[in-house]
């Protein structure tokens, strides 16, 4: 009996690992149905509107992924783009391009961070290789209707680039 239950386990150990894959949730806000991320950010109370508009300036500047400047009015405290990004999605050699805006806004010791607008282009054999809005796809998704099996590794790789902005862009304005 016993040396049964132990074969019976050791059997099943493989599912449980399988089981235990990354249950992490994907975090993509919305608001009025798009996918949009604000957040504001608090700073040292030194560090003055100038100061952070320049740093932010700098960081679109030097930032590969920036693809165009779109908006950089000082007066406002105010600079958009485009930003684009690489998202793998296994082995296969395909791959997605993800491209959405950026718009920070920064005032005293303070700046605000919106990413919108956001768009994928596959990159595979027969596929028509055109950008289109996430949202639909992102709405069947979340409704357990995925459109391919690369939404999740899409969508994942979303929320990293985003969280990779926030962050980047949080190392310079901290500097």
């Known amino acids: 009996m016993m040396k049964k239950l132990l074969f019976l386990c050791l059997l099943l150990m493989p599912l449980m690992a399988i089981a235990q894959g990354n249950t992490s949730p994907i975090l993509l806000q919305m608001r009025s149905g798009k996918v949009y991320f604000d957040n504001v950010y608090a700073l040292s109370p030194t560090f003055k509107k100038a100061d952070l508009f320049n740093k932010s300036l700098e960081w679109f500047k030097r930032n ?8 950089a009015n000082e007066k406002k405290g105010e600079i958009m783009g485009a930003y684009v990004t690489r998202i793998n999605i296994g082995n296969t050699g395909n791959y997605y391009l993800a491209r959405f805006a950026v718009n920070v806004i920064v005032y005293d010791a303070t700046y605000e961070v919106r990413i919108f607008d956001v768009y994928e282009k ?3 054999k027969g596929i028509s290789n055109e950008y ?5 796809r992102w709405w069947d998704f979340r409704r357990g209707k995925p459109w391919s099996a690369d939404d999740e590794p899409l969508f994942r790789g979303i929320s990293a680039s985003v969280n990779n ?3 980047s862009l949080g190392n310079e304005m901290n500097k």
């Open 64 to 71: 590969e992924n920036v693809a165009s400047i779109t908006i």
């Open 122 to 124: 596959p990159i595979e």
């Open 132 to 136: 289109s809005k996430i949202e639909y």
């Open 165 to 167: 902005v926030m962050d």
